[in-house]
């Protein structure tokens, strides 16, 4: 599942408004609860429920569907979703998934 927006995926603060803010590139329903307290709402008018929303959704998704992989990227960014498309991720994006690799992704 690819979900392409604003920025290159799930930051620890919202990175539009906060320079400092650092990319989260993996995320597994173990870390749902230390995670989803720490993310920001919507820079601005977003009826989807912003950052945190998706990230909440998408984790119940991958805990229902062990195997599901979610991709949050840039929709900004040439050729992101159409690499990504192609089986071929974005170097900066969040993956969201059962579990991680060792080692990171």
Request: net charge positive; hydrophobic share 35%.
């Amino acid at each position: 599942i690819l979900l392409a927006g604003e920025v290159d995926g799930v930051f620890t603060a919202d990175p539009l408004r906060d320079p400092e803010a650092q990319l989260v590139t993996e995320i597994t329903p173990s870390q749902a609860n230390e995670l989803t307290t720490l993310l920001p709402g919507s820079y601005g008018p977003d009826v989807t429920g912003g950052m945190a929303q998706k990230v909440r959704l998408t984790l119940e998704l991958v805990r229902k569907m062990p195997g599901t992989t979610v991709l949050i990227m840039s929709g900004r960014v040439l050729g992101n979703v159409k690499r990504a498309l192609l089986g071929s991720p974005p170097s900066r994006c969040t993956v969201i998934k059962t579990s991680c690799a060792p080692g990171g992704r």
